[in-house]
């Protein structure tokens, strides 16, 4: 329990209750930290339980208030693979790798929480043709074009959250040694 109790815990854990919390504020449709939150919680907690559990329990609390839908075990699981991808950020956390594993983790958001869509709802048919509608019409919340009517969206929100999350702790460990991993 000794880890529970320095800044490095302290600090990664509050960047991410932070962030959930965020989702309470106004924003733009799917403009959301929730990738960030897993990639960085697998990257950054040295102990892989706290990586799933703290990063989860953030979102819980704040889907307490926001309210809760029939994906919602889909959503959480593509949460801990998420995670996982943030594991193989540990060693090497690159600009280049976490924008990779920051489309990665929008990719695998939109496939498998659109098929818990289709899947778990009537609004298409239990066909492939339905399966490719319920996708069809789920790309406006993950494609920017400069013609939508959503300006920001889901890939744009989560390389951006990715970009300040593992840029600021970066920036932090520079400047408060306490927040190096011993």
């Known amino acids: 329990m000794k880890s529970l109790f320095n800044p490095r815990f302290a600090t990664i854990s509050g960047m991410i209750l932070l962030a959930a919390l965020s989702r309470l504020l106004p924003h733009p449709p799917n403009f959301a930290p929730i990738t960030?939150?897993?990639?960085?919680?697998?990257?950054y907690f040295?102990?892989?339980r706290l990586a799933f559990l703290i990063p989860i329990l953030a979102m819980l609390l704040s889907d307490l208030i926001i309210g809760f839908h029939t994906t919602m075990p889909f959503v959480y699981g593509c949460f801990a693979l998420i995670t996982l991808i943030g594991f193989r950020l540990k060693e090497?956390?690159?600009a280049g790798r976490i924008a990779l594993?920051?489309?990665?983790?929008?990719?695998?958001?939109?496939?498998?929480?659109n098929f818990a869509v289709w899947a778990l709802s009537s609004s298409y048919p239990y066909s492939i043709s339905g399966l490719i509608a319920c996708y069809a019409a789920a790309v406006p919340f993950y494609d920017y074009?400069?013609?939508?009517?959503?300006?920001?969206?889901?890939f744009m929100g989560d390389v951006f959250f990715s970009a300040v999350f593992f840029g600021a702790f970066a920036i932090a460990e520079q400047k408060i040694p306490a927040l190096i991993r011993k």
């Open 92 to 94: 090497n956390k690159s």
């Open 46 to 48: 040295s102990d892989k």
């Open 101 to 113: 594993a920051s489309v990665a983790g929008s990719t695998l958001f939109f496939v498998i929480t």
């Open 145 to 154: 074009t400069p013609f939508s009517s959503m300006l920001l969206n889901t």
């Open 36 to 43: 960030a939150i897993a990639l960085f919680g697998g990257a």
